[in-house]
């Protein structure tokens, strides 16, 4: 199917509709601007793998907002995913001078630190529901890795929405099939560390 094609217009655009990019970079500045977030004390100094040089700090001062909303949207694609899957996802090439360069994992205590509050926040949680509709949620039960709440769902949809109605169609699907096209690994999509726009 084409990328390029748009949403049915018979229901609201949801988080799977958006390009990554700006999507990301609403809802970090949805997490910056509510104030239930806090950034630690470490995100001034602290380097986000052990294959980076430079804290993301360096670059951008929030950071760590953007991290945030990577792994939130993360967890809503791809339910079930823990602090292995998503430092896997966010890791890169380390460069080891002339010797052959290796894969190397991202830094699990930033990924720990940013779960812990989204967790707090009822973004995402460990136990899995059968029934996101179901207020009572009598169906939960515990499974490995994070999940996405109701509340959690209808947080990221409703910025997800916003950002549907107010970007430009001809941007928008530019956009969108740019990184069909070029499946750009999440971190190089949210980070922009001066490398380009694109979750450190």
Do not use: C
Not at 27 to 36: S, Y
Not at 42 to 57: R, V
Not at 166 to 195: N, T
Request: without cysteine; positive net charge; hydrophobic residues 35%.
């Amino acid at each position: 199917a084409d990328v390029r094609t748009p949403p049915k217009m018979s229901r609201a655009a949801t988080v799977k509709d958006v390009p990554a990019g700006p999507f990301i970079k609403s809802l970090a500045a949805h997490f910056k601007d509510g104030g239930q977030m806090e950034v630690p004390d470490f995100a001034e100094y602290i380097k986000t793998a052990p294959f980076k040089e430079l804290s993301p700090y360096m670059y951008n001062q929030d950071w760590y907002f953007v991290r945030a909303a990577s792994i939130a949207r993360k967890i809503y694609l791809f339910e079930g995913m823990g602090v292995g899957g998503l430092a896997k996802v966010y890791g890169g090439r380390a460069q080891r001078g002339t010797r052959k360069a290796h894969y190397k994992r991202a830094a699990r205590g930033v990924i720990r630190h940013i779960l812990k509050q989204l967790g707090e926040m009822k973004i995402v949680s460990t136990e899995k529901y059968t029934n996101l509709k179901e207020k009572k949620r009598l169906d939960a039960k515990k499974e490995k890795g994070r999940y996405i709440t109701a509340h959690g769902k209808r947080e990221l949809d409703t910025i997800a929405k916003q950002l549907f109605n107010k970007l430009p169609r001809a941007e928008f699907y530019d956009i969108k099939y740019q990184e069909a096209k070029e499946e750009p690994m999440e971190d190089e999509v949210a980070e922009g560390e001066g490398e380009g726009e694109g979750e450190q």
